[in-house]
């Protein structure tokens, strides 16, 4: 019995004797696998005996993602998103000079992303960095004010999320984990522009948003064969 695992056959998947997934969902799992506190604990996939892995010859690229990062304006956006939505809940907050609630938070938030990155684009159109766009200056990602309003939109989140515990607890949920996007972006735009993690190449990548350009931060690993070997090939029949 085969099954395709998508979300609405998670339960069907333990029972199946084929399970059909993509290279993202296969290397979540693996990933998962290998860092998940609890050994003992349930993985993304059940656990398997053999591995097919059809066009096995793109699995080391694709693999190279999931040691790497991807940055764009629109993560910004979606970080913070609640800080509109929850502006008017009362509690102490220290705001950063020349920013009074969360809506003015946001507005400069966005604002310093949108900076950001048209920067960014500019620079990738001029090919600063030659093969690839790489970065390789110490100067070339200026984050560090965007870095900081991240962290104070993680405050009022939190604190929002505090505020609506009792009275709705599945938005305090919500405004919980989107306290915890706004830290974690602040953090990985920090590795981009500090670049502090070996065997990872960062670079700015060009595409377009509904016909029009723009410009992403990117990151891979260069190399993950030792990790596919210990984790994949040394584990189950491949």
Request: glycine share 8%.
């Amino acid at each position: 019995k085969a099954t395709r695992l998508v979300s609405s056959k998670f339960e069907a998947a333990d029972a199946a004797d084929i399970l059909v997934v993509n290279y993202a969902l296969f290397f979540a799992h693996l990933r998962y696998e290998s860092k998940k506190p609890d050994p003992a604990a349930p993985g993304i996939l059940p656990e398997f005996d053999i591995a097919i892995l059809d066009e096995g010859h793109n699995a080391a690229d694709i693999a190279r993602d999931f040691f790497g990062d991807e940055v764009g304006l629109f993560s910004v956006i979606l970080a913070v998103g609640g800080l509109t939505s929850h502006s008017g809940l009362k509690f102490s907050m220290k705001w950063p000079p020349g920013i009074t609630d969360a809506i003015g938070l946001r507005e400069h938030i966005v604002g310093e992303a949108e900076n950001l990155f048209a920067t960014l684009l500019r620079m990738e159109r001029d090919g600063f960095g030659g093969y690839s766009n790489r970065l390789r200056r110490s100067d070339v990602i200026t984050s560090e004010r965007l870095e900081q309003l991240l962290l104070v939109a993680g405050t009022f989140l939190e604190k929002a999320s505090a505020a609506l515990n009792l009275r709705d607890p599945l938005e305090a949920e919500y405004v919980a984990s989107r306290a915890k996007a706004c830290v974690s972006l602040s953090s990985r735009l920090m590795e981009f522009r500090v670049r502090t993690t070996p065997g990872i190449v960062y670079f700015i990548e060009r595409g377009s948003d509904r016909g029009e350009p723009k410009a992403v931060l990117k990151s891979r690993a260069i190399r993950v064969g030792a990790w596919l070997k210990e984790n994949l090939f040394d584990k189950v029949p491949t």
